[in-house]
């Protein structure tokens, strides 16, 4: 073979090997294409998806992620209490048994609604003993008038219109006494009116609701003996409670009436309640340093129960030079822990939210500092987050599954 003609044969085979390259070079491009996560058919383990049912049920909301101080706050261990006002322990009042019981736990009731009946003989007799004296004072006072309007004509005589006196003063003493039992076991004026319009003589007395509340216990057991100081149901508004927490004496001075408080309970992950201090205590106490102030809160779906333990940052507005450096902050609850990392959710199309990773910096019981992940106005997921973090951590189990 001539120089020449090896030359042109080297060239050739390089001219092939390069086509070849270039082709399986395409091919890889077009496979690798074909396997990306965001294609349809293809699995993106950052990706929640929800359909539109699953968006309107999760309510989510948004936030922008934005330069700016951190808030500041004051923060304490803090417990949920029914108000004073809203709580009412309803006794027998007379000492018998509990006949029926006509609500159940957990029931909504109005104020004067019937919770039960009691079956008391006591009560019985104290109400026959009780219209006995009244009929007796009524006729006494009859016979009394009569008596002054004769006597005034004088067809009676003087001794005649005092006995009339001194027996309708002696039936209006028994009458009071009688009035003065049913009060002593437990009947109202209203009640005590009511029984001498129909004069009945029942045993019968109802356990009644001082307030308008939810039925948040029952002690009692229908045919149950009972003594007037029993108690037999408690009433509860839920609709708004109490926090209450400690402020350490130092600390007080910053604490203000009206004052926004932030709540938040291991018990309810991924909610936060908001309230304001609605009193702060005037004692000190001796042993803990501490000083008694109550947060009121609104309850209106119930998911806060009197006996819960929470965390409360009440926003004091006051702070260092450090927490007043704008920072890049969003809200607490759109960072979620993902398998051991901080993410935050941002939407990118209707019903698609992907997880994004991010290092979190300072953080106050509102907001976090993003030190990376996101830019500033990058819309953040915030109520709701904690759904798509359950959906991804499920997603990603099924995923794994299908391996």
Same mark, same amino acid.
């Given at each position: ?177 009688? @009035? #003065?039992? &049913? ?6 004026? %209203? =009640? *005590? $009116?009511?029984?001498? /319009?129909? !004069? ?100 209106? @779906? #119930?998911? &806060? ?6 965390? %409360? =940052? *009440? $926003?004091?507005?006051? /702070?260092? !030079? ?82």
């Amino acid at each position: 073979m001539s120089t020449r003609g090896g030359r042109w044969l080297v060239l050739a085979v390089l001219g092939l090997a390069q086509g070849c390259t270039k082709e399986d070079e395409h091919g890889a491009r077009e496979a690798h294409a074909e396997a990306r996560p965001d294609d349809e058919g293809g699995h993106d383990e950052r990706l929640v998806r929800l359909a539109p049912e699953a968006v309107r049920s999760a309510a989510l909301k948004t936030e922008e992620a934005r330069r700016k101080p951190l808030s500041v706050g004051l923060t304490a261990p803090a417990r949920v209490s029914f108000s004073q006002r809203g709580v009412a322990q309803v006794a027998a009042r007379v000492p018998g048994r509990l006949a029926s019981i006509e609500v159940n736990l957990g029931q909504r009731v109005k104020k004067g609604q019937v919770l039960g009946y009691l079956e008391s003989p006591e009560l019985g007799r104290a109400r026959a003993d009780y219209l006995s004296a009244a009929t007796k004072a009524r006729v006494a006072e009859d016979n009394h008038r009569r008596e002054k309007e004769l006597f005034a004509k004088g067809i009676t005589s003087e001794r005649e219109m005092r006995e009339a006196e001194s027996t309708f003063v002696t039936a209006q003493a028994e009458r009071n006494a009688a @009035d #003065g039992r &049913l009060h002593a076991l437990g009947l109202s004026d %209203a =009640e *005590i $009116a009511a029984l001498r /319009g129909n !004069e009945h003589y029942s045993s019968r007395l109802s356990a009644i609701s001082p307030l308008d509340g939810t039925v948040v216990d029952i002690t009692g057991m229908v045919g149950q003996a009972v003594e007037a100081t029993t108690t037999l149901f408690t009433v509860g508004d839920l609709s708004e409670l109490w926090v209450l927490l400690d402020v350490a004496e130092v600390q007080v001075a910053a604490v203000k009436n009206g004052q926004a408080v932030d709540i938040t309970l291991s018990a309810l992950p991924g909610r936060r309640f908001q309230g304001h201090v609605a009193y702060i205590g005037d004692i000190v106490n001796e042993k803990t340093r501490t000083v008694h102030v109550r947060v009121v809160v609104s309850n209106q @779906d #119930g998911a &806060l129960k009197p006996g819960m333990f929470a965390q %409360a =940052e *009440i $926003a004091t507005g006051t /702070g260092t !030079e450090e927490t007043n450096t704008p920072r890049l902050v969003v809200p607490r609850e759109a960072v979620q822990q993902v398998n051991g990392e901080q993410v935050v959710f941002v939407p990118e199309q209707p019903g698609v939210y992907r997880a994004v990773d991010v290092r979190t910096g300072a953080s106050s019981a509102k907001e976090v500092e993003i030190v990376s992940g996101i830019e500033p106005g990058t819309l953040v997921i915030t109520q709701g987050a904690f759904i798509l973090k359950s959906e991804l951590s499920r997603e990603s189990l099924g995923a794994g599954h299908s391996h």
